[in-house]
């Protein structure tokens, strides 16, 4: 009998595998000698020799989308003054991710004339395991390697990032002068601090392997870790701590264009709120989606702020979640009728919603996984943005304002 049936179908409890362990080729960054195209080849090569769960048809798909890549804008967009082309960007994804999440967004630039690279971030795209001696200064070693193939191309260099990314995006950037503006995504700026108090296994952890992990997950996402160690938490927190230390001395005086989620459960909206209040130029833009009108910031002169409801009820969409923000219903593996499901926040502890959540998806509602509306239904942690065609809009108004 299937789950659809209403049986409750039977699974094992997590386990340890060859994906929770070191690959040894992913773990910190040794690229920044060979030129773009060199270093996306080294990525695939990388990810083909690391990843156990390459199989048949799905192999080219996979390694593609875990591999960063770059776009050149239309022949009609004029050229540089001094360089090949007149604007860039560096696309960074977020943590346990990949450069898939960054894909739509590229399309985004490449309509309005940049030159776009993306990035993988040491430790990702190949196995969880990997992240679990990365250190958050190979990420960054990383951002700055990027910055400085796309200044070879490029007049005017900007950053955009998505969660992790973002954060790695604003430190470049007050470290570097020739960063020209900053398009922000679901920004990670800041995180619990028990983070801080994650790597206090590795006294005992020889012992217990698994005591090294936060969460282990069936890891059936393609372009996305389910699985996540405790290491990877404590880097993220390293991070914004001396992202939090920068910004003491340096102000954000470029332009920044931010969208951020009222709901979100995996940062602080109210860290991005706080961040886009204090950064000073006149061109910047916040998106903000929320569910509840109540609570919407009330501090921003009206030309700097876009509230947008993310309540779809007609589509069983309770509202905006981290991982939605920068994908579109029509993407074929997350979108509306994508092949993936998020139900891994039921995985192991309640095995029959995690079955019914992955195969029942007419009765299913969608959203951020808040403990309200985990409790009012059984739900997917929603992956698209219905939002993204207005975003883009707004992204196209805020990139025709950057000051030339």
């Known amino acids: 009998m299937s789950a659809a049936s209403g049986a409750v179908v039977k699974q094992e409890l ?20 060979v030129s773009f195209p060199e270093y996306i080849e080294q990525c695939r090569s990388i990810i083909m020799q690391s990843r156990p769960d390459l199989n048949g048809k799905s192999l080219d798909k996979i390694i593609a989308g875990n591999s960063p890549f770059e776009l050149v804008p239309a022949a009609a967009y004029p050229a540089g003054k001094k360089k090949a082309y007149r604007r860039g960007i560096l696309l960074t994804h ?7 999440f960054m894909r739509h967004l590229a399309g985004i630039f490449q309509e309005n004339g940049f030159r776009v690279m993306a990035l993988l971030l040491p430790g990702h795209g190949t196995r969880p395991g990997d992240l679990l001696d990365v250190h958050w200064s190979e990420w960054q070693k990383c951002v700055a390697y990027g910055v400085d193939q796309l200044s070879r191309e490029v007049d005017e260099v900007y950053l955009g990032g998505y969660s992790a990314g973002a954060t790695l995006s604003i430190h470049q950037s007050l470290h570097d002068a020739r960063v020209r503006g900053l398009f922000l995504f679901a920004p990670a700026l800041k995180i619990s601090p028990k983070a801080a108090f994650a790597n206090f296994h590795k006294s005992y952890s020889w012992m217990k392997p698994a005591a090294q992990w936060l969460t ?4 059936l996402d393609e372009y996305k870790y389910e699985s996540f160690p405790k ?15 920068s910004l003491n001395k340096r102000e954000v005086k470029i332009p920044v264009f931010a969208v951020t989620s009222q709901d979100d459960v995996t940062v602080r909206t109210s860290a991005a709120v706080d961040f886009m209040l204090q950064a000073s130029h006149p061109a910047n833009k916040l998106v903000y989606y929320f569910s509840n009108a109540a609570t919407i910031p009330q501090a921003f002169a009206k030309d700097r702020f ?3 409801d993310s309540v779809f009820p007609e589509q069983k969409i309770l509202g905006s979640a981290h991982t939605a923000i920068v994908l579109p219903p029509e993407d074929s593996y997350y979108g509306e009728c994508g092949a993936y499901n998020n139900c891994a926040h039921y995985y192991p502890l309640a095995i029959d919603k995690y079955a019914i959540c992955n195969t029942q998806p007419g009765e299913i509602w969608s959203g951020e996984i808040t403990r309200e509306n985990l409790r ?15 975003m883009k809009l707004a992204m196209g108004r805020f990139i025709d304002n950057l000051p030339v």
Not at 94 to 100: K, R, T, V
């Open 94 to 100: 977020g943590l346990s991710d990949s450069p898939y």
């Open 231 to 245: 290491n990877a938490a404590a880097q993220m927190y390293a991070l914004t701590q001396a992202l939090h230390k």
């Open 376 to 390: 009012k239904h059984t739900l997917r942690r929603l992956m698209f943005n219905p939002n993204f065609l207005s």
């Open 14 to 33: 997590p386990t340890l595998s060859l994906r929770h362990q070191p690959s040894g080729l992913n773990g910190c960054f040794k690229t920044a000698a």
């Open 216 to 219: 282990i997950k069936p890891d």
């Open 306 to 308: 876009e509230a947008v």
